[in-house]
């Protein structure tokens, strides 16, 4: 893909698709976008959910319905967006595993000139995983 050219509309499309498969039940109600994350991407996700840089509490923290972005990036044809939602709250749960809410990672690719995303994985502290192909529902825990 030498004359691939990532576009705002990229970011915007990755976005509203991340989101549509990973809160279907509408839990979040806040992204966590560092500031040092690429700028389109930063709008992208002010177009889908409220942004804030720090989450509120504690160091190492948050709270829940607020979604942290670890990675987005999009790039000759391919995109990921990859995160954590709330609630962390460090403690120990009673199966003694930190209590580290789940971690999204969603990839997509272009086929026919859309983006397409098959499956996404979901993990937790407990090192399960979960790929989830689209238009399935998440296991219950």
Known sequence: MADFQVTQHDFDAIAVATFKLIDA???????VA???LDSRARQALKNVH??????????NTLPAGYFLVRTFRVEEGEANL???LGPVTGLMTAANMPDCGKQYSVAFYIEGGDWVSHA????????????VPVGEAL???
């Open 25 to 31: 039940k509408g839990e979040i109600g806040t992204i």
């Open 34 to 36: 560092p500031a040092s």
């Open 50 to 59: 409220p942004v804030v840089s720090v989450p509120p509490g504690a160091p």
């Open 82 to 84: 990859d995160g954590q």
């Open 120 to 131: 996404y994985k979901v993990s937790t502290c407990a090192e399960t995983r979960h790929w």
């Open 139 to 141: 296991p219950p825990h």
